[in-house]
């Protein structure tokens, strides 16, 4: 066969599998919505399953955790999808690919473990080290498969380094499986991490995953070996279409809460198409605004500075109706030189609501709980919660635009050749 034979069968063979896949995401996204309102009674009626809105003036019950029948139905989609991807691999009349259907069992058993801890945590409420452990090991069927594959470990240098180093690329080595390890970790905490608003879980995933899509579709038109970018986007499509049909029920004003199964599920996901899709630090620009949160939040996480159990904005129930920022008060003289270090650091960059007031004899302060919402509340003042998710979505959607530049224009800035 010659070669522009051999890549007219390859492209047809794309279309087939990419088609297929649009079919069944399609049907997955009717089946969440329908299944959605199915299980809502069921949910109401059964202890555990429901939570309370606080962001509303009457505190009615809102079936949760519905991020694990949506969930559900993506994974029931993907086994659906297997047989139809090895069954057009096998019409093409090559060897059979062995080491892809690991791959694509070994993404399944992540995502999988990762909807299971979500849903665990929705039921226990697990601490912060669990949930930095449990990820972990989610990720290492990932390791293993990338291991297997003989994939590479090195990074190219931008090309200003390569004459002072004397070479283009450096090998990591174990390094570079504990960077992807920790990447597994950070996309399972950082959508739950922005959270307790109507819609906001969800936009999250919608934006990033529609952003990887569409990364996915460019590099399948740029480069010849378009596999790794059609496998991660086979897994995103369900993702995208039982998302859509949860965020119509869970936007303001919400008929669902999706718990943080939902969280831990789109977060593994896009961790693992990153991870095995070679785009890893790819997949963290498209991250920027959580990026950004984590690293905002780190005194407040690690205890630097007082963390209450919640830090969702507050809602005023009985003025304006809008959410404020939530406070953080502790006294100041039991605290640290660390945390007076970063407080002052934060005023410096008008990063932190900072306020001092006297309590008990003694002097106290206030600032506002170190997330990206509350940070978004001090710089626009008070909203009301559909114009604060409409604030948060449009900010990712900027920082997916400025992803995409980054990217592709100004990486050539930096490397001769981009891939």
Sequence with gaps: MLPSEISKHNNENLLGVVGANVILSIIAGYLTRHFIQEFIPIFLSTKHLFGNDQCKPEKRNIPEPMGIIAAGVYLISI??????????????????????????????????TGILLGFVDDMLDLRWRHKLIFPMLSSLPLLMIYYICGNSTSMLLPKYFQSFVGTSYINLGPLFYIYMGMVGIFCTNAINIIAGINGVEVGQGLVIGASVALFNIIQIYRLDDDWYHSFSLCMLLPFLSTSFALYSMNVYPAKVFVGDTYCYWAGMLLGTVGILGHFSKTLLLFCIPQVFN??????????FVPCPRHRLPKFDAKGDQKLHMSMAEFEISKTSSLAKLIITIFRLFGLLHYREFEKDGSKWAEINNLTILNLILKFTGPLYEYRLNQAFLGIQIFCSFCAFLCRFYFAYLLYDVVN
């Excluded at 090559?94 to 058993?109: D, G, K, V, Y």
């Excluded at 984590?294 to 205890?303: A, G």
């Design 79 to 112: 086994f659906l999808f297997i047989p139809v991807l090895f069954f057009l691999w096998i019409q093409t009349g090559s060897e059979f690919p062995n080491l892809r259907l690991n791959m694509l069992l070994a993404a399944i058993l992540s995502v999988t």
């Design 294 to 303: 984590f690293l905002y939040s780190i005194p407040q996480l690690f205890h």
